[in-house]
């Protein structure tokens, strides 16, 4: 059985019309911030105490999609990351659920490389809602993506272009 998305599905997230994402939608499907990892050794037991971690994403074609998570690289890029952004690391507790457990996944192509993107609202106990978006970049020669980031995006815009896709770029969609 194949996962049959329509634009209808899309449209419970955002209006198409306006290109406006439907924030009260998104904070009842949002899971509430995990408290995050102050140490490698928490973050590390989150992937079963594994140095590398795989799991594979099964699209709504049922095409396997392995991801491979260094894990101690993970942990350092939320404390030293490329711009320095040291907020992130509240975060860093995010990551599996993003990448297991998320409410879109799109692919799109950067220098002939497909893509995978992540995205998983989350929530605090005041309500405020947390976009957080995972790459994963790259396959190698065995066909498995390479974890390449995590971040919170702010801008409600960007996030919308990740819900305005052509259907076929959508591998997955929570559907409400």
Do not use: C
Not at 78 to 107: C, E, G, Q, W
Not at 118 to 143: E, M, P, R, T
């Amino acid at each position: 059985m194949k996962f049959n998305l329509k634009y209808e599905d899309i449209s419970i997230y955002i209006d198409r019309r306006q290109a406006k994402i439907k924030e009260n939608i998104l904070l009842k499907k949002a899971t509430i911030l995990p408290k995050y990892h102050k140490t490698f050794q928490g973050f590390k037991r989150e992937f079963n105490n594994q140095r590398h971690f795989n799991f594979t994403f099964i699209d709504r074609f049922y095409i396997g999609h392995t991801i491979h998570i260094n894990v101690s690289y993970a942990f350092e890029h939320f404390v030293k990351n490329t711009y320095s952004d040291y907020h992130r690391k509240k975060f860093n507790a995010t990551l599996l659920m993003t990448l297991t457990k998320p409410l879109l996944v799109i692919k799109s192509w950067e220098n002939e490389n497909l893509v995978l993107t992540f995205y998983k609202a989350f929530k605090d106990n005041d309500n405020n809602l947390f976009h957080i978006v995972s790459f994963s970049l790259k396959q190698n020669q065995n066909g498995v993506f390479e974890y390449k980031t995590l971040y919170e995006l702010n801008n409600l815009k960007k996030l919308s272009r990740y819900f305005l896709q052509p259907l076929e770029n959508i591998l997955y969609l929570d559907r409400v």
